[in-house]
């Protein structure tokens, strides 16, 4: 497989949550414990974390660049930072997304052609 970098979004100020989203726990590690092996399970060269520093050790902080510019200030950083010409970017706060959903994107974007390869999800909600 092709070299890449793995990103995990956790600069977020939780104001909705009222808590700091990466330190939930999850069947005995935080989310952000999680999102980052997964990241390091399926390859990724460097792991860079947008916004948080970890006590995990082989992972890279990253500050933002321009404060609160959201998510798209957190990947403008750390695309700063990646060493790779690919990046896998995943958020704190989805921990149930599986290796293998991942693993497939990551070998649909290396077979393809493309800049970039997205996963979108849509929800239909239905009110009576």
């Given at each position: 497989m092709n070299e890449f970098d793995g990103i995990v979004l956790a600069g977020g100020k939780s104001k909705r949550m009222g808590t700091d989203?990466?330190?939930i726990i999850l069947d005995g590690k935080s989310f952000l414990q999680i999102q980052?092996?997964?990241?390091?399970?399926?390859?990724?060269s460097r792991v860079y974390i947008s916004g948080k520093s970890s006590p995990i050790p082989y992972t890279h902080h990253v500050?933002?660049?321009?404060p609160d510019m959201g998510p798209l200030g957190g990947?403008?950083?750390c695309f700063l930072e990646c060493t790779c010409s690919n990046a896998l970017v995943i958020s704190v706060d989805v921990p149930l997304i599986s290796q293998k959903t991942l693993d497939c994107?990551?070998?649909?974007?290396?077979?393809g052609?493309?800049?970039?390869?997205?996963i979108v999800c849509?929800?239909?909600l239905i009110f009576s």
């Open positions: 989203k990466s330190e980052t092996e997964k990241l390091r399970d399926l390859g990724a500050m933002d660049v321009i990947l403008y950083s994107l990551l070998r649909m974007h290396f077979s052609n493309t800049d970039a390869t997205v849509i929800f239909a």
